[in-house]
């Protein structure tokens, strides 16, 4: 009961809604409840709402249609879209997924679930049946027919900050309070919509904002003195939360002003320019560069922003990174030196720490990053992955916006340097592979249409999302993508099974595919050789805006360097 919806329109420029994210536009009193939920996603900044039609949600996507400021993106598939709503918040701040009930909401959860374990602000609505249908407990399709309509959105619990189903008297408050919690704990939310609920009114809400706690910056200002004073080596190390809660820029104050040494952790790639004086490189426990791990295991002080080491971003939870020299900002909280002080956002915490980082004695200069080491390829020869990667960073440019799946894309993203402002896509906790292709899409959707857009993605990964290829085309984007092709599931091969079957997939003609996807005039070519790709890397550079499709052919067995140790980690620890 589904039926295809064409997206429309161009993508505009990123915005940010006011304060927590809810403009109240209008009085909930004068506003049916579909409309007042959509003016609170606009309130958000949010342009672009993803999803896939069924029959008890297209009254709500009649109103998304019939707004100026909203643009529905029909995806392919449930979780595509909530990938590209991960990827588009990312980008933009916060993200809207509508979907159906039952068989929609439930393809969605593994996106959704995603966003939750990396911090993404997603909101999840779902068309529901009619509010009589569900308290009559009526055997409705795609339910379960056992008279329990609330079976889903409990699933949901698991993996949302916040949700409710929405009713008459209580729409209002419940939205309202659903949307906090997801602009202030970035994390997704869940809002459950009847059917007969999108054209009724909107009674007036009662919602109160809750007194916020009294911080305890100033007792913190102290332990933070008390350990920066006499600090000669301080290391700031960064993770994805710094930029998911807005504190990036008081953490490059931080670096810049105090001549601080910086480093980050596999979520942080890229949110520090890595021409930054004093910028060390990737942590990554014992499989750091080993000056690295030196550097940031023997710091005086360590000051983290946002960390959530996981076993892929700690190398198999080797980080040593010492409690009693440890400054460790987090959301609402802050551990230093073993001593939990609950405070102010993070970038007021920052804000303390660069007072007291400006007021210590004399300290060592930065350490200076080594330069990359420059190479020449004998042109027949065939790619590795090594070469491969090397290329691919002299082919990067300012300010890219780039995705890496999981697995030899990402892992080979992580090895190369940077240059200023690109932006990197990845999901190192949830680690689904497929992820990025949709991803892709939502990213460009919330950022400006002149940035250059690069995806990684392997055969095995693609071959699970790579439908979203047509709306891509729909929607007019024309990303550069690298399909790596190495014949199967090469990243599982080293934790269990070189030459198992299971790891294989089937081999497609992949430089097929964009024109299959309604692709016009693509720039399509398969790369084995070095020269092959060199000659594939120039005429992408000399045709910009055009979508250009590059098969990767790669060794089966050929892994970056990064990976490959992580294997190892990995079938130690699950033998």
Not at 109 to 125: D, K, R, T, W
Not at 238 to 247: P, S
């Amino acid at each position: 009961m589904k039926s295809g919806r064409r997206g429309a329109g161009q993508a505009v420029e990123p915005g940010r809604g006011t304060r927590k994210g809810i403009r109240m536009k209008q009085d909930a009193g004068s506003r049916s409840i579909g409309d007042l939920l959509l003016d609170r996603l606009a309130g958000m900044g949010i342009t672009h709402v993803f999803g896939v039609p069924g029959d008890y949600n297209l009254g709500f996507l009649d109103l998304i249609e019939a707004r100026e400021d909203l643009e529905w993106v029909g995806n392919v598939n449930e979780l595509n879209a909530a990938y590209a709503a991960d990827g588009y918040a990312r980008i933009r701040g916060y993200a809207a997924l509508v979907t159906t009930y039952g068989v929609g909401e439930l393809s969605a959860l593994n996106g959704v679930a995603g966003s939750f374990a990396e911090s993404v602000p997603v909101l999840q609505i779902t068309g529901m049946p009619a509010t009589q249908a569900q308290a009559d407990g009526l055997p409705v399709h795609h339910g379960l027919v056992d008279g329990d309509a609330g079976h889903f959105r409990r699933i949901y619990d698991e993996v949302t900050g916040a949700s409710a189903t929405l009713t008459a008297d209580h729409a209002a408050d419940e939205i309202d309070r659903v949307i906090t919690a997801v602009v202030e704990q970035k994390r997704p939310g869940y809002l459950g919509l009847p059917a007969d609920l999108v054209s009724a009114p909107a009674r007036p809400g009662t919602t109160t904002v809750a007194p916020a706690t009294e911080p305890e910056l100033s007792s913190f200002a102290v332990r933070a003195k008390e350990m920066l004073s006499d600090a000669t080596d301080v290391v700031v190390l960064v993770d994805h939360l710094a930029d998911r809660f807005g504190a990036l820029d008081r953490v490059r104050a931080l670096i810049g002003e105090g001549k601080l040494s910086s480093a980050v952790v596999a979520g942080g790639k890229g949110l520090i320019d890595e021409d930054t004086p004093g910028f060390l490189g990737l942590y990554i426990g014992a499989l750091s560069d080993p000056d690295v791990r030196d550097a940031v295991e023997t710091a005086d002080v360590v000051v983290g922003v946002g960390l959530k080491l996981v076993d892929l971003s700690s190398g198999g939870f080797t980080a040593r990174l010492d409690p009693r020299r440890l400054i460790d900002v987090q959301p609402g909280h802050v551990v230093a030196g073993g001593r939990r002080f609950d405070t102010a956002p993070m970038a007021a915490v920052l804000d303390v720490v660069r007072s007291a980082a400006a007021e210590r004695g004399p300290a060592s200069p930065p350490p200076v990053r080594k330069p990359p080491a420059a190479g020449e390829f004998t042109p027949g020869a065939e790619l590795t992955q090594d070469v491969f990667w090397v290329l691919v960073e002299r082919f990067l440019k300012a300010g890219d916006l780039v995705a890496a799946d999981q697995g030899t894309s990402y892992y080979g993203m992580l090895g190369t340097r940077l240059p200023p402002g690109v932006t990197l896509i990845g999901q190192p906790i949830w680690a689904s592979i497929g992820y990025t292709l949709p991803a892709m899409l939502g990213a460009q959707l919330a950022a400006e249409r002149h940035r250059r857009a690069l995806l990684f993605i392997g055969d095995g990964a693609a071959g699970l999302t790579v439908q979203e290829l047509g709306t891509i085309v729909r929607q007019g984007l024309a990303p550069i993508v690298f399909l790596l092709d190495n014949d199967g599931y090469t990243c599982e091969r080293p934790i269990g099974g070189w030459s198992a079957g299971y790891n294989d997939v089937a081999k497609w003609n992949w430089t097929a595919l964009p024109a299959a996807f309604g692709a016009h005039d693509p720039l399509v070519r398969s790369a084995g050789a070095v020269g092959e790709l060199l000659d594939v890397l120039r005429e992408a550079e000399s045709s910009p805006g055009r979508l250009t499709f590059v098969e990767v052919r790669l060794g089966r067995h050929d892994l970056p360097e990064l990976l490959a140790e992580i294997g190892k980690t990995l079938v130690h620890r699950n033998d």
